[in-house]
């Protein structure tokens, strides 16, 4: 498996690039800004981009997906209970002091047990509610690797203040999806860096007690 992780944006937002090193057809997750350097990446490993799969709907994660579907033909595909989240870019770019960065179109709902398919590569879609409502981690079983977009950190979870927020939603969400994955995963959340099921199963403050 080809897997870049290139933090983009003011909020340093992780986009992952992953692709099959045989096929070189590729899944682009979070691409929130600086869309340059993510096609260069897809350039350097000679990637064609099957999906853009957006994590959910906040600016930070959605902003450069219409530049990329523009430069790859890939579509873009969102959870639907964001739909509504994703109207409003425009009030969070406000939120933020950014730019808005325009309408962004979705081609495919991506719903729980959804599976995401680039050459070899499969992604199990896991509905994640909580940060907002149409929040997903994709799960490459074979790699042990979860894309957890803003659901889990390493030693922290999704702040749930912003509007379609639900910290027990979120707790939820983790205890009954995220934690029913094996120890070994590899956890790519994002923002900031990697952990692992089993170390924040143990030491993550949000997760004892229950
Ligand atoms: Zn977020």
């Given at each position: ?24 057809e ?19 490993h000679?990637?064609q ?10 600016i ?6 219409m ?29 933020l ?12 709902n991506?719903g729980q047990?959804d599976t995401?398919?680039?050459g ?24 042990h690797k ?27 969400s983790i205890h ?11 956890v ?6 990697l ?10 403050p ?5």
């Amino acid at each position: 498996m080809i897997h870049e992780i290139l933090p983009v944006g003011p909020l340093q937002c992780n986009c992952s690039v992953v692709g099959d090193e045989s096929t070189h057809e590729a899944i682009v997750i979070d691409p929130g800004d600086e869309i340059d350097q993510i096609l260069a990446l897809i350039r350097k490993h000679h990637l064609q981009v099957k999906q853009i799969v957006i994590t959910h709907a906040h600016i930070d994660h959605v902003g450069g997906a219409m530049k990329l579907r523009a430069a790859t033909g890939a579509p873009i595909l969102l959870n639907q209970n964001d739909y509504a989240l994703l109207k409003m870019l425009d009030v969070q770019a406000g939120w933020l002091g950014m730019p808005a960065p325009g309408k962004v179109e979705i081609d495919q709902n991506l719903g729980q047990a959804d599976t995401v398919k680039a050459g070899s590569l499969s992604a199990q879609v896991l509905h994640t509610p909580g940060h907002t409502e149409g929040s997903i981690c994709l799960y490459f079983p074979a790699e042990h690797k979860l894309i957890a977009g803003d659901t889990l950190f390493a030693g922290s979870i999704g702040r749930t203040d912003l509007p379609g927020g639900s910290y027990e939603k979120i707790l939820h969400s983790i205890h009954d999806r995220v934690l029913a994955l094996p120890d070994e995963t590899i956890v790519i959340p994002g923002h900031g860096p990697l952990t692992t099921i089993g170390e924040e199963r143990e030491s993550n403050p949000f997760l004892q007690n229950r």
